[in-house]
């Protein structure tokens, strides 16, 4: 076999021996237990602690605004949708108050051809006139 034939194919089969070395070494002991994904990512991830409360969270403490906000048309959002995750709240954190209440509503009301009619739309230029939202309305109470 002439020579540079011969240092090519060594070198072939050198890189295979370190790539099957290196797969033995890097692949997690779990994978391909169920399938082509690691299976221990699934209790890991199962035993990550949600940042989400839901509203009935929220309920104990903000009784008045709850009553409120589950009376009203804005029941279907939760309080976190605006309130950002309450998670460690009130112990650790504060929960914010939107303060650009035009930035937060027109991400659901600008009116949009896509949008479902039962999402009550504007044109948010021409109903608020650059004005606040909470102005008129009242988040809780819509
Ligand atoms: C264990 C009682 C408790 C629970 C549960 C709780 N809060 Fe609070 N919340 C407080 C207290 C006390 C304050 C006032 C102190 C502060 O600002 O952190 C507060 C303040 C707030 C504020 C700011 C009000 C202001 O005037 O600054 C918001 C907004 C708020 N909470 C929203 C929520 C939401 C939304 C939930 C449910 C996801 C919730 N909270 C759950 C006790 C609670
Ligand atoms: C559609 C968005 C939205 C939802 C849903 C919402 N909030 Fe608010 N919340 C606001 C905005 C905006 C303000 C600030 C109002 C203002 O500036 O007049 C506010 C203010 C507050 C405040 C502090 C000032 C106040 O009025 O007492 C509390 C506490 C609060 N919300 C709790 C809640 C709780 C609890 C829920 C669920 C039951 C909830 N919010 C659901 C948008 C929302
Ligand atoms: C996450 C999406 C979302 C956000 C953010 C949101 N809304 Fe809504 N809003 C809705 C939906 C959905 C409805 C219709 C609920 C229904 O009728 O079932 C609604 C209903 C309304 C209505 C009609 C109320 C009625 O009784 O018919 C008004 C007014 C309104 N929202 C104003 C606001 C204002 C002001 C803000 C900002 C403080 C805001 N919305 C933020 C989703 C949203
Ligand atoms: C100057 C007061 C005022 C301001 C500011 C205002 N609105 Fe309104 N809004 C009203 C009144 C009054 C109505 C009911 C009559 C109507 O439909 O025009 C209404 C109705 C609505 C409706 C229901 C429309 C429907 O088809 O049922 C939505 C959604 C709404 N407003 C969202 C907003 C949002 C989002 C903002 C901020 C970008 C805002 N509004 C600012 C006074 C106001």
Request: proline letters at 8%; aromatic letters at 4%; one cysteine or more.
């Amino acid at each position: 076999m002439p020579k540079h034939i011969f240092r090519l194919l060594a070198l072939l089969v050198g890189a295979l021996i370190v790539a099957v070395v290196l797969k033995g070494l890097l692949t997690d002991g779990s994978f391909y237990r169920f399938g082509h994904y690691r299976a221990q990512s699934v209790p890991e991830i199962a035993a990550l602690t949600p940042v989400l409360q839901t509203s009935a969270y929220c309920k104990d403490c903000h009784a008045e605004r709850v009553k409120q906000w589950s009376e009203n048309a804005h029941k279907v959002v939760n309080c976190e949708t605006c309130h950002g995750p309450a998670l460690g709240h009130p112990k650790d954190r504060k929960m914010p108050i939107p303060e650009d209440s035009v930035k937060l509503c027109t991400l659901c009301h600008e009116a949009m051809p896509a949008r479902p009619d039962t999402q009550p739309q504007i044109n948010v230029a021409k109903h608020a006139k650059g004005r606040q939202c909470v102005l008129c309305h009242n988040p809780h109470e819509p």
